[in-house]
């Protein structure tokens, strides 16, 4: 038996051609199924298939008039139509003794609910120190779960994720390392000191500090010649560059980074001996470190600088408090040396301007 013959019913053996000439004759229903008894819409495709016209059963009937209905309620409780009325839009009547509904008002309630399980800690913090911060164990936790959205939002977006810094790239000759954009928190490399007061020092005060351009004085040569050293002392054979050294003892880098190039916590000035490095590290961008300086206002001059939050107005103290203790978690923080004072009030910190940028 052919593909296109029907194989049971009433027209058993005959092709679809025969059986469509035999409806349209008259002697079978057009909108008959051609296995007899069930009706189609009469609309044929791909030879033999056919739609019938069952009804749907009734709990899916059911259930599309529930679901149209429940869209009628929802539409009228809820503001869920843009449409204008009188200048505004239609909010909704809301649930019965709630009143309108918005996502705002939910928001509010929400926060209302966590701000009070917030606020016997929050409390204390404000007439607490951070290093009495870090002290209290119960407050310690609090603030290291409660500084990860703070630290995200002001201060991820330059130190990264969990303090680990940023790479900056890029010069206008080559693509190339340039070092850290911002300093990484999550070590134990400071430049202004690690302890959590001086972190929250920083962060309260700023740094915006400067190292000298030396293109007006120093030679080429002479530029050479100490960048060598300073590469050279972090890889542990500083005595190896005699040149660099003599030039590093007699010009005005001990002032700053000390006779044994160790730094200067309270000038803020880099330790040169380790292979810590704020900025490129290779030779061409230790060289260019020294040529242009940091902040001095040459335009091929490294930028560093780290905001002055409470100048800004941005985040209140408590917040920055926070921060310093959330900071200091990371791991890297130097140990405190004695108990801190139980409850005193950390003092306001003005604008702090020190020899080298940023608070590592």
Request: glycine share 12%; net charge negative.
């Amino acid at each position: 038996m052919s593909e296109d013959q029907n194989p049971s019913g009433g027209g058993q053996g005959q092709s679809r051609a025969q059986h469509i000439a035999s409806a349209e004759s008259g002697n079978r229903n057009p909108y008959q199924n051609p296995d007899g008894g069930i009706t189609t819409t009469g609309h044929l495709w791909d030879d033999d298939l056919a739609d019938f016209v069952n009804q749907p059963p009734k709990w899916w009937m059911l259930g599309l008039t529930a679901s149209a209905l429940w869209v009628v309620i929802y539409w009228t409780m809820y503001p869920a139509i843009p449409l204008a009325i009188n200048g505004t839009f239609f909010k909704g009547v809301g649930l019965p003794g709630t009143g309108q509904w918005t996502a705002i008002k939910e928001l509010a309630e929400d926060q209302a609910v966590l701000d009070a399980v917030r606020k016997p800690y929050e409390d204390k913090l404000k007439t607490m120190t951070p290093a009495a911060i870090l002290a209290d164990e119960e407050l310690s936790k609090y603030v290291e779960r409660s500084g990860k959205v703070l630290f995200s939002d002001n201060c991820g977006g330059c130190h990264g994720q969990n303090g680990v810094g940023t790479e900056q790239v890029g010069t206008k000759f080559a693509v190339r390392e340039q070092g850290l954009m911002a300093p990484r928190l999550n070590d134990d490399d400071w430049l202004y000191g690690g302890k959590v007061d001086n972190i929250h020092e920083t962060i309260a005060g700023g740094r915006q500090g400067m190292m000298t351009a030396h293109k007006d004085t120093l030679s080429a040569q002479q530029i050479d010649d100490v960048a060598k050293y300073v590469l050279a002392m972090s890889e542990g054979r500083g005595d190896s560059e005699a040149a660099g050294k003599k030039v590093f003892a007699e010009s005005d880098c001990t002032a700053c980074h000390g006779a044994d190039a160790k730094g200067i916590q309270a000038m803020g000035s880099a330790n040169l001996t380790d292979k810590v490095w704020r900025f490129d590290g290779s030779l061409e961008g230790i060289k260019q470190t020294i040529t242009y300086g940091v902040n001095s206002g040459d335009a091929n001059a490294r930028v560093a600088i780290m905001p002055n939050f409470t100048a800004a107005g941005k985040l209140s103290a408590v917040e920055m408090k926070k921060l310093a203790v959330y900071v200091y978690k990371f791991g890297g923080g130097q140990k405190e040396e004695a108990a801190p004072a139980p409850a005193a009030v950390a003092p306001a910190v003005e604008a702090v301007s020190a020899p080298v940028a940023e608070a590592k």
